[in-house]
């Protein structure tokens, strides 16, 4: 029963143009999400995060937009570059806690 | 990376017997985790600690226990490893700010054969 859905497995995308990865959560008292890149033979890095009480946090090439009633965030990377293929994980956190549940994550392939 | 570190990065171990996993941090972090990749499942928590001697259980704790005597050493031990515990773990870190994403070590790939 997983409580963070990436419903996409893989994603490529030709450099230069925008990627969007979904996510999906089912569980409303989350209130907090991230989104964090890993690549092989790493461990995962924290990429940007969102609370719920608002719907769209950037920084720089990375925004986050967050739908609470659709319960649905998605990260945009524009322009996309070869260095951002990855996996992306999304996250999901609940009030006053500090366990983070993860998705199954989304391989992003970026083509020169 | 600095802050946290796994031993060992690889490991490969026969079925039956028991393993345990190192995460070290040089932060002085309160909380830490334990979290195994699969494909498919992505990062799924096995076990937390939220102080020395504070842990608890995560999604996946069966066959897994932990430990944590100091601030800067938290344990994972497979008690009688199998081969659904073949997986990569990774420890993590945060402080006490819950706006704040974990660090992760590099990983430890475990194989069970």
């Known amino acids: 029963d997983q409580q963070v859905k990436q419903n996409s497995p893989s994603l490529s995308v030709q450099e230069g143009r925008i990627s969007i990865l979904n996510c999906d959560y089912t569980n409303s008292m989350f209130d907090y999400f991230l989104w964090y890149k890993k690549y092989p033979a790493e461990g995962p890095t924290f990429l940007i995060s969102?609370?719920?009480?608002?719907d769209k946090n950037e920084d720089g090439r990375f925004t986050v937009f967050l739908n609470k009633s659709a319960k649905h965030l998605s990260l945009h990377i524009v322009p996309s570059q070869p260095g951002d293929s990855a996996v992306y994980f999304c996250?999901?956190?609940?009030?006053?806690?500090?366990?983070?549940?993860f998705g199954a994550g989304t391989r992003l392939f970026v083509k020169a | 990376d600095a802050g946290i570190t796994q031993s060992p990065r690889h490991k490969v171990t026969e079925t039956g017997t028991p393993v345990t996993l190192r995460c070290h941090q040089t932060?002085?972090?309160?909380?830490m985790y334990w979290y195994r990749q699969d494909p498919g499942h992505g990062l799924r928590l096995i076990h937390y600690s939220y102080g020395v001697k504070d842990t608890d259980k995560g999604e996946v704790s069966d066959g897994y226990s932990v430990s944590r005597s100091k601030t800067e050493d938290f344990l994972l031990t497979l008690e009688s490893a199998t081969s659904s515990q073949t997986s990569v773990y990774f420890c993590?870190?945060?402080?006490?700010?819950?706006?704040?994403?974990?660090?992760f070590g590099s990983g430890t790939r475990l194989t069970v054969v």
């Open positions: 932060e002085n972090h309160r909380y």
């Open positions: 996250a999901a956190r609940g009030t006053g806690g500090f366990k983070t549940i």
């Open positions: 969102i609370s719920s009480i608002k």
């Open positions: 993590a870190i945060s402080g006490q700010g819950l706006n704040y994403g974990y660090t």
